[in-house]
C-alpha cells in the first residue's frame, strides 16, 4: 500500500497471467534510474561524470521512496498516539520513519520487481526435514505487493515445521471477492500436499480481509486460525480518495467492510488473532482496527510494511503458530515493544537528579569540549556519570545526527526531555550554549588584535592536530560499541572507508554520504538480518 492507487480500467485484468506487479516495479524503477542519471550529470555533485550518473539513480530510487513514506507519515501521525513530549514524539516519528522507509526499500525495490514465476499460487514449500511437523501455512500480501514481502517470514516457518504457500492476488486492482477463488485453491493444494485437515493463515494489510472474505463464502471447517497484520478492518482514511475497486473497499467504515463484519458469527471471529501498530502510517485511526470478539496485540513503533520483517514480529508470529500456543483462549498481551525487547537499562546505571545536574554537567562538557565535544560528551556522560551506556550513546548520537542543527545541542535536548521533559531540555540546552557564547564574545574581542601574529597562527595549527587527533581516538573507542552490529567487521570496515573516499578524496557533501553510504549500509544491515535467529540481540 506505499504506491500509487490505480484503477482497473485499462484493459490490466487481461494480464492477470503475467507477474503484473513484478513488470510494473521493473519499468517504474528503469522510468527513475533514467531520470536521476539526468539529474546527476546535469548537477554535477563531484568531477566524474559516471559518478554523477550513478549517483543521482540512485538517489532518485531512494529518494522517492523516502518522500513517499514520509507523506504518508505525515498524514497519519494526526491518528498516531504520540507521545506527549515534542522531543519524544520526533524521535519517535523519524525512528518510525527511517524503519518504513528501509522495509520499502527491502521489500519495492530489492524483492518484488524480481518475481519471475507466474501470477497464482506457486508451490507449497515443504518444512525443513529435521522440523517437527506444524500447521501449514497459507501467506496473503496486501494492496500492490506479491508474495515476495514473505521473504522474511517464509524460512522461519519452514524452519519451524511448518509447509508454506504464499499467493499473489493478482489482477491487482480488483475487488476484493475476486480473490476468494485464489485463497481456495490454495488452500486445497496445500492440504492435498501436506494430508493434514486444516490451514492457517496469515493476511497482512488487505490480505486479512481477503482472508475474511474467503472465509464468509467457503466457511471455516478448514481453518486451524487466522491472522492479521496491520489490516484495515475498519477501513484506512488514507483510501478516502482511492480509484480502484479494492481501494474503494478498504475506505475508513465502507460499506463493504460493514458487510462483511455482519456476515460473521462468534465462532468466525475466535478463530481471528488481530495484530495492529500504533504507528501504522497507512491504515489508520490505528487503534480502531479491532473486531468484537477478536484477540488483539498491539505493537508499538512499528510502521505498516515494517510489520512484514521485524524480527520482532516474525518471533512472535512463529509463537502464535506453534502447536503448543492457544489459539482459543483470549489473553491479554498488551503492547510489544518494536525494539526486540527489553530498553537497555543496567539496574547499576545512574541518573541526574534534578534538571540542574544536567545544567551542569552539559556546562562543563561544554567548557572542556570547547570547539568539538564529541570526545568529552562520550567520556562525561558514559564513563564518569554512567548516565548512558555506550551503546546507548552511540545510538542516541546517530539519531542527533540525522535531525537538524548541531549534534551535540539535539543530544542535549534528547537527554533533558528523557528525564524532566521540557524543563531538563530547557536545563541542558542552556548549559551547552551559556558558557560558549561568553567565552566566543570574549576571544573575540582578544583575538582581533592578534590574530596576524604568526605564533598565534602556529598555535592554532597545533591545536588543530591536537583536535584532530581526539576525534580520531574517540572513534577507536567507540568502535567498541559496534562488535555485535549484524553488519560484522569486513562491511562496517568497508562501509568506513567509502565514507572516506567520499568526503576526503570526491569531496561529496554530508547529505549524499548519508543517503548513499549510510542507506547502503542500512540495506546491508536488513539482509544479514535475513540469516540471523528472530530473537537475536546485539
Known amino acids: ?26 519499468l517504474s524503477y528503469l522510468a527513475q534510474l533514467l531520470l536521476g542519471v539526468w539529474l546527476g550529470v546535469s548537477w554535477q555533485p563531484t568531477n566524474q561524470v559516471w559518478v554523477n550518473g550513478a ?53 519495492f525495490v530489492l524483492r518484488q520487481p524480481w518475481s519471475f ?13 529435521d522440523a517437527a511437523l506444524a500447521v501449514p501455512v497459507v501467506l496473503v500480501h496486501g494492496y500492490i505487493c506479491n508474495h515476495r514481502v514473505w521473504d522474511d517470514l517464509t524460512p522461519e516457518l519452514r524452519r519451524r515445521g511448518h509447509t508454506v504457500l504464499a499467493v499473489d492476488l493478482e489482477p491487482l486492482f480488483s475487488g476484493i471477492d475476486t480473490h476468494v477463488a485464489t485463497i481456495e485453491a490454495a488452500v486445497q493444494k496445500l492440504i492435498a500436499a501436506t494430508g493434514q485437515a486444516r490451514v492457517a493463515l496469515v493476511g497482512h494489510s488487505m490480505g486479512g480481509l481477503v482472508i475474511r472474505a474467503w472465509m464468509r463464502a467457503y466457511g471455516t471447517a478448514q481453518v486451524e486460525r487466522v491472522i492479521t497484520l496491520a489490516t484495515p478492518h475498519q477501513g484506512s482514511l488514507l483510501a478516502a480518495a482511492a480509484l480502484t475497486s479494492n481501494g474503494g473497499q478498504m475506505r475508513w467504515q465502507s460499506r463493504w467492510l460493514r458487510e462483511l463484519a455482519d456476515s460473521e458469527a462468534a465462532p468466525t471471529r475466535s ?22 470478539g477478536c484477540q488483539v496485540t498491539q505493537f508499538s513503533g512499528l510502521g505498516h ?36 525487547g527489553a530498553t537497555e537499562h543496567s539496574a547499576s546505571q545512574a541518573k541526574p537528579n534534578r534538571p540542574s545536574d544536567l545544567f551542569w554537567a552539559f556546562s562543563w562538557i561544554a567548557l572542556q569540549g570547547f570547539g568539538g565535544v564529541l570526545a568529552v560528551l562520550q567520556r562525561e556522560l558514559v564513563d564518569k556519570r554512567n548516565w548512558m551506556t555506550q551503546r546507548q550513546f552511540v545510538e542516541d548520537w546517530s539519531v542527533s545526527q540525522i535531525l537538524p ?68 581516538g574517540q572513534g577507536f573507542r567507540l568502535m567498541a560499541a559496534l562488535r555485535g552490529n549484524v553488519l560484522g567487521k569486513a562491511l562496517a570496515l568497508a562501509t568506513t572507508a567509502a565514507t572516506f573516499v567520499a568526503s576526503a578524496l570526491l569531496g561529496m557533501p554530508l547529505v549524499w554520504i548519508l543517503i548513499t553510504v549510510g542507506g547502503t549500509a542500512c540495506i546491508g544491515a536488513y539482509i544479514r538480518l535475513k540469516k540471523l535467529p528472530n530473537d537475536w540481540q546485539p
Not at 523516502?66 to 505525515?74: C, G
Not at 515534542?86 to 524503519?99: G, P
Not at 514465476?117 to 526435514?129: F, K, N, S, T, V
Open 1 to 26: 500500500m506505499s504506491l500509487p492507487l490505480l484503477d482497473n480500467s485499462f484493459g490490466l485484468s487481461s494480464l492477470s497471467h503475467l507477474p503484473m506487479l513484478a513488470n510494473l516495479l521493473r
Open 55 to 107: 549517483l543521482g539513480a540512485v538517489l532518485t530510487v531512494l529518494g522517492l521512496q523516502a518522500l513517499l513514506t514520509f507523506s504518508s507519515m505525515v498524514l497519519s501521525w494526526p491518528s498516531t498516539a504520540a507521545p506527549q513530549r515534542r522531543w519524544t514524539a520526533v524521535t519517535l516519528f523519524l525512528k518510525v520513519w527511517l524503519q518504513e522507509w528501509r522495509a520499502a526499500v527491502k521489500v
Open 117 to 129: 514465476r507466474d501470477a497464482g499460487i506457486g508451490h507449497p514449500e515443504p518444512a525443513a526435514p
Open 271 to 292: 478463530l481471528i488473532h488481530i495484530a495492529l501498530t500504533d504507528t501504522d502510517n497507512i491504515v489508520y485511526p490505528q487503534l480502531q482496527q479491532t473486531l468484537e
Open 305 to 340: 510494511l515494517e510489520m512484514c520483517v521485524s524480527p520482532k514480529v516474525i518471533g512472535w508470529l512463529c509463537q502464535q503458530l506453534a502447536p503448543a500456543s492457544n489459539a482459543g483462549v483470549s489473553v491479554d498481551l498488551g503492547k510489544v515493544s518494536a525494539t526486540g
Open 405 to 472: 542543527g548541531p549534534n551535540v545541542v539535539n543530544l542535549a535536548l534528547m537527554m533533558g526531555d528523557r528525564y524532566f521533559g521540557w524543563r531538563g531540555s530547557l536545563a541542558a540546552l542552556t548549559g551547552i550554549v551559556i558558557f560558549p557564547m561568553l567565552l566566543v564574545i570574549a576571544l573575540a574581542v582578544t583575538f582581533s588584535g592578534v590574530s596576524d601574529v604568526p605564533e598565534v597562527k602556529g598555535a592554532l595549527r597545533g591545536m588543530g592536530a591536537v583536535a584532530a587527533g581526539m576525534i580520531a
